[in-house]
């Protein structure tokens, strides 16, 4: 028996429920806030990632699905989305089209991870991205909008965390403090903290390992290293979602795990996800367009992980049953042709009609209808196709009358 390859997952027909009630809402929510969906391929040329993501990024070096492709180009299984969306913005030559322009997303991503709950390597996301503004208010309207497809979900019991990276002068000082801390430590790393002690020594906050987080408590703090811009910015962010009474946390070793970001970074998190509780996040990245080679273009927006919303929602969704408006009954083959036409015009009226195609006594049908839970059951029997009529039967009250087949449209009204 051939199986799904590990780390993706078959969204069942049991399940399909919950997926699209959430798309729903990312749809709904979504189209109330002015932000217009925006589809892209599921690969890309390597650099669009490898560009923006880092080079040193775990991303670049340990996860993506990369392979040359029969034109010997290097060709990527998107592992995120706002590189892709840039990508396409510059392409396209979109954000020349508005000053401001706002787009939304779902769909597959993919990585090389060892799967667990909650993680895959076929996973999806529905993500957002605010493109044209540099000020506060835009990194507070897409966390407002976040927030806002969490409790149209039913979700409210989560965490908001928020940081600052500052501007570039920021973070370049901040780096030589943080350099010149952990350097004292190196021999105590692990292998992966001293590889980013090299290459990128904020990602070391991003660290994982027990030795590393004992290590990180007593470094340096970014917001003491913020100049005016930085904490300017900062600090209108939090008095915009103060005013919104929207609750965070703010986390100074908070960075995220790509190279783009800027100023405002920030997460969501659930207890009821266990230790790998982060379900979403995002922040600024005002420099990635002139990286993809586009103009400048100040941008913020985060993304969420659906499989992971869905875990925390479990608990709201109910094992729903099949159902139907009405299910057609005939006791003779014969008179199948005439439950088709008759199925064929309820559903054109977009009436929910099922009908046996297994050539089953009726006494199994009205057994299938009732497993069905439909409202109406339709019987052509012998007498009645023979006077060119069917019973229509109440299956709420058990009442029934009989109805000529030239009289259909008493159906439908």
Known sequence: MIQSIRGTKDILPTEINKWHYIEDIFHRVSNLFGYNELRTPIFEKTEVFSRSIGETSDIVNKEMYTFTDKGGESITLRPEMTAALVRSVIQHQLAEQSSILRLWYFGPFFRYERPQKGRLRQFHQYGAECLGSPYPEADAEVIILADLILKTCGIYDYDLLINTLGTNQTRIRYRKALVEYFQKFKNDLSEDSKFRLETNPLRILDSKDTGDLEIIKNSPNILDYLDEESLNHFSKVQDYLKYNNIRFTITSQLVRGLDYYCHTVFEFRSKK???????????????????????????????????????????????????????????????IKVGIGIQKKLIENNFSTRIDLMRRSLKAQLR????????????????????????????QNGTQKEISFDDIEFLVK
């Open 273 to 335: 996800l266990g230790a790998q509780d982060s379900f979403g996040g995002g922040g600024r990245y005002d420099g990635l367009f002139e990286q993809l080679g586009g103009k400048k273009t100040p941008a913020v927006g985060f993304a969420m992980g659906v499989e992971r919303l869905i875990l925390i929602l479990d608990n709201l969704f109910k094992q729903t049953k099949d159902s139907c408006d009405y299910y057609i009954a005939c006791s003779n083959p014969e008179f």
């Open 368 to 395: 299938e209808a009732n497993k069905y839970n439909a409202k109406y059951v339709i019987i052509i029997g012998d007498l009645e196709f023979k006077n060119q009529k069917f019973i229509l039967k109440d299956m």
